[in-house]
């Protein structure tokens, strides 16, 4: 059986609710960019055709909207 620490476990229970969303909010702190949990989210919710809003904790005041994985990459 799944632990309640483990990756799969969770992407079990978080990609059913984040279908039921208007928009992902990613807030962009340290390694955010290499988070797999993270980058699953941002593949489903583009899957799903649900926004993706980058939110810079520091400096910017408005979200960046991504449209593809790729623009997450740059």
Same mark, same amino acid.
């Given at each position: 059986?799944?632990?309640?620490?483990?990756?799969?476990?969770?992407?079990? %229970?978080?990609? +059913? @609710?984040?279908?039921?969303?208007?928009?992902?909010? %990613?807030?962009?702190?340290?390694?955010?960019?290499?988070?797999?949990?993270?980058?699953?989210? @941002?593949?489903?919710?583009?899957?799903?055709? @649900?926004?993706?809003?980058? %939110?810079?904790?520091?400096?910017?005041?408005?979200?960046? %909207? @991504?449209?593809? +994985?790729?623009?997450?990459?740059?």
């Amino acid at each position: 059986p799944a632990k309640v620490t483990d990756h799969d476990f969770w992407m079990a %229970v978080d990609l +059913p @609710i984040l279908e039921r969303a208007s928009a992902l909010h %990613v807030l962009t702190l340290p390694g955010w960019e290499s988070s797999r949990g993270v980058n699953e989210e @941002i593949e489903h919710a583009l899957r799903f055709g @649900i926004p993706v809003m980058l %939110v810079c904790p520091f400096g910017r005041a408005e979200p960046m %909207v @991504i449209n593809q +994985p790729a623009q997450v990459a740059a």
